[in-house]
């Protein structure tokens, strides 16, 4: 689905202020069409949506033309068509740019709760031991898959230990919901969806009981050539997305009511509230922290190592290489 060009013609119902944590440029910006693809959930599109709501890149001259996917694989897999110039997706980019899809250069969160293993006692499923063996329905190559693998090894099974059915996101889900399956490996706010059409469903485990040690980052994506040539434009989205995100991190309860009210009317605010303490976020400047130490590095590398694994590929781009953290750096101040 591809959405309409957003900047600054998008019209803004009552306005918002325009307080920052970094320098925004005090001349007007030539204005840039970009392509963004990327996933409706609010651990990738909360900044996204939230920067246009409050002109944050507008002010930087940035005009995107926004392409909805269901799921990472979705999305990347537009960006190899030549669809979208920059994406943003979840834990699926360690899959993708280890296989040398494209470069990252901005980190939105740290998925700490956003991925949910679901269950039905009504299909015989209450406990990990009644898994081995079944169907386990979720998408994979994306945080979901991370994540199941790492709740069955912690109890004691593995992926080889249960049917794995891979499908996009909602027609998992689907499938859990009508008991064709008896268990889903999900990320929010699909649980939304669960809890009002499964009401006996059962949440087995979410991702915090893994974190930090098994921690799953998302975030934004060029490929190689648009990355060389634009680099300016690069530098403009990170400082909107900057904007964007510490106005969230001081100001969540607004933030989710914003996202609610304009994005999510299918949802309440509580449950976007709920997302967004399902991520863990942080400061711009507190990003560039982590950046430099090579914090983000190690854990892009951890998941690119499992879905490495999975696939049987022995040589890999590391994400020393395929993460880039110099535009950053030299941006944030």
């Not at 909107?240 to 001081?250: H, L, P, S």
């Amino acid at each position: 689905m591809k959405g309409p060009i957003l900047g600054r013609r998008q019209v803004l119902a009552g306005g918002f202020a325009a307080g920052a944590a970094l320098a925004a440029p005090a001349i007007a910006q030539a204005r840039t069409r970009v392509r963004l693809g990327y996933l409706h959930v609010v651990a990738v599109d909360g900044q996204i949506f939230t920067g246009l709501d409050r002109g944050s890149f507008d002010k930087q001259g940035i005009d995107f033309e926004l392409v909805e996917r269901n799921t990472g694989p979705e999305v990347f897999e537009a960006m190899a068509r030549g669809e979208v110039d920059v994406l943003s997706a979840g834990g699926v980019i360690s899959n993708y740019l280890a296989l040398g899809a494209g470069r990252a250069f901005l980190i939105n969160d740290v998925e700490i709760a956003t991925a949910q293993l679901w269950v039905r006692p009504d299909r015989g499923v209450r406990t990990f031991a009644d898994l081995r063996g079944k169907r386990v329905a979720t998408t994979e190559r994306t945080t979901a898959h991370i994540f199941l693998d790492r709740a069955l090894r912690a109890n004691g099974l593995g992926l080889a230990d249960v049917q794995v059915a891979s499908s996009s996101m909602p027609d998992a889900v689907g499938a859990f919901i009508s008991g064709e399956v008896p268990a889903v490996a999900l990320w929010v706010p699909f649980n939304i969806r669960v809890r009002d059409k499964a009401p006996g469903a059962v949440k087995l485990v979410d991702a915090s009981a893994f974190y930090p040690q098994s921690a799953v980052v998302g975030g934004w994506v060029a490929g190689h050539a648009y990355y060389q040539a634009n680099k300016d434009v690069v530098q403009r989205i990170i400082r909107g997305w900057a904007e964007a995100n510490d106005y969230m991190v001081r100001n969540p309860k607004a933030a989710a009511e914003t996202l609610q009210q304009r994005h999510y009317q299918n949802a309440s605010v509580a449950d976007i509230a709920e997302a967004l303490k399902a991520q863990k976020m942080f400061s711009s400047r507190e990003w560039k922290r982590l950046y430099a130490d090579g914090t983000v590095a190690r854990w892009l590398q951890q998941v690119s190592d499992f879905f490495m694994a999975e696939a049987g590929v022995a040589t890999s781009t590391p994400a020393t290489d395929y993460f880039d953290p110099a535009l950053y750096l030299s941006t944030i101040q």
